[in-house]
Nanobody, 119 residues
Framework: QVQLAESGGGLVQDGDSRRLSCVASGLPTVMGWFRQAPGKERTFVATIRMIGARTRYAPSVEGRFTISKDNAKKTVYLQMNNLKPEDTATYFC???????????????WGQGTQVTVSS
């Protein structure tokens, strides 16, 4: 079991940038981010292999969001640029063995950090 701790959420304006961080207790094979807006299901945002750095993004964020990592710090980042009100959600860090897009594929979840984008 990997413990995950997110940080970096907050209130931003339409078009602003924000960087989320997630520190892991170990070094998983894959880490990533999901988000959940009020009244909606959790959806995939991005994922990265911790060895090799292969990445995958949801179409809704590709080109605006960048996932990156620092293996020495056991940390993954989500740089979010040109934020929009529809990006408002609780963002969850995940860790697992494969680069999947279904929430059920990840056994390890952080508590989440809220990002609110005002128009």
């Amino acid at each position: 079991q990997v413990q995950l701790a997110e940080s970096g959420g907050g209130l931003v304006q339409d078009g602003d940038s924000r960087r989320l961080s997630c520190v892991a207790s170990g070094l998983p094979t894959v880490m990533g981010w999901f988000r959940q807006a009020p009244g909606k299901e959790r959806t995939f945002v991005a994922t990265i292999r911790m060895i090799g750095a292969r990445t995958r993004y949801a179409p809704s964020v590709e080109g605006r969001f960048t996932i990156s990592k620092d293996n020495a710090k056991k940390t993954v980042y989500l740089q979010m640029n040109n934020l929009k009100p529809e990006d408002t959600a609780t963002y969850f860090c995940v860790a697992g063995d494969f680069m999947r897009e279904a929430p059920s594929e990840y056994a390890n979840w952080g508590q989440g950090t809220q990002v609110t984008v005002s128009s």
